[in-house]
Each structure stands twice: as C-alpha cells, then as structure tokens.
T-cell receptor, first 108, second 112 residues
C-alpha cells in the first residue's frame, strides 16, 4: 500500500464548477499536511498547508481528518487557470511523502 | 533572489555514463533534497541533507551519490547511468519553520 494515495483522475469539470479531491495517508504519526500544485512540465509549488481545524484561502478549502487519515481539497468556482495536477504531501519529521497527484482540467 | 537553481534542464545519457546534476539555493536553508518523479508514482526521495557535511539516503538511493560541502550546493551524481534512471529529477530546499519546499525547475533525464 502506498503511503500517500490519491485518485489520479483526470477530473474534467466546466468553469464555475466545484470539485473536491481526497488523499489518504498510512502513517498515523504524520505531523504536517500540504497541497502542492504542479503545472505540466513544471516544478511543484505550495498551494496551501492543511491545518487540523480546516482552512480556507479564497476559493480553496483544505480539511484534515486525523481519525480517518485523509485530507481533502475543495475548489469552488473553478477557473481555467486551475487546470493542473494537485499533489497531496504528508510530512513526518521532515520526511515529506508525496502522492502521485490528481489531474484537474477545467474546460470552458 | 533566485530560489533554487537546478541544471541542466534536459540531458540524454548513454548507459554506463556518469553525470552530475547541479542544485544551488540562495535562501540559506539547511534542509535540501533530491527527488525523482515517474508517471503514476509521485515524487520519491533519493537523498537528503540536513546541513553542510551531512547527507542521508532516502527511499530510492541506489545508483546515486550526493555531497553537501556548502549550505548552498547539493549536487546529485549518477555513477553509471541505467535506463531505469530515466526520469524527471527535482531538487528541493525546505524552509524548516513552515516546512514549505521550494523546488528547482527539474531535469528531464533520458538514459538510452
């Protein structure tokens, strides 16, 4: 079983749609959680950290469920520019484990 | 402030050749790491360093060496390239207070 698992997608949604991604992790001792965004043929970049109480950044909402060991990312009012691969990242003692990513395409 | 600079962007090697991927950061981060990214597998840690003079193995270290003589530089050496090392390689440095990772632009390596 992979340490960090994501649905690879692809998710194809129209502009303005709401889309949600989930990610599960196997190590219950994991301490920190993140979502990164990776554009095609580019390096990953931090989208947002995920806090225990859940957090929001504009159209993006991240949530953590420690009991079930999953994190989620919700994107509201999708834009064409949201098209990318979203990587779930779990950190334990500075050992960062990456999911394989979920690919999102937002269409006009 | 350039962040993380990684070279080259593209490289084709013949089986058995060696090469060094360069990585430099100007953010004074202690923690640096090398990943490879393969389709469907996410980024996998090759080697990492928690400071100058200190390196350690990650998840997939075989066939690779690293050194960390300065805080800024963290080169990755392929000793004898194999087709299984065809991949996209990313160098990263991590800001330890936020745990945000900053990545280089990546190296697309093909071993024929």
């Amino acid at each position: 079983r992979k340490e960090v698992e994501q649905d690879p997608g692809p998710f194809n949604v129209p502009e303005g749609a709401t889309v949600a991604f989930n990610c599960t992790y196997s190590n219950s001792a994991s301490q920190s959680f993140f979502w990164y965004r990776q554009d095609c043929r580019k390096e990953p970049k931090l989208l947002m950290s995920v806090y225990s109480s859940g957090n929001e950044d504009g159209r993006f909402t991240a949530q953590l469920n420690r009991a079930s060991q999953y994190i989620s990312l919700l994107i509201r009012d999708s834009k064409l520019s949201d098209s990318a691969t979203y990587l779930c990242v779990v950190n334990e003692n500075n050992d960062m484990r990456f999911g394989a990513g979920t690919r999102l395409t937002v269409k006009p | 402030n350039a962040g993380v600079t990684q070279t080259p962007k593209f490289q084709v090697l013949k089986t058995g050749q060696s090469m060094t991927l360069q990585c430099a950061q100007d953010m004074n981060h202690e923690y640096m790491s090398w990943y490879r990214q393969d389709p469907g597998m996410g980024l996998r840690l090759i080697h990492y360093s928690v400071g100058a003079g200190i390196t350690d193995q990650g998840e997939v270290p075989n066939g690779y060496n690293v050194s960390r003589s300065t805080t800024e530089d963290f080169p990755l050496r392929l000793l004898s390239a194999a087709p299984s090392q065809t991949s996209v390689y990313f160098c990263a440095s991590i800001e330890l207070s936020s745990l945000e990772a900053f990545f280089g632009q990546g190296t697309r390596l093909t071993v024929v």
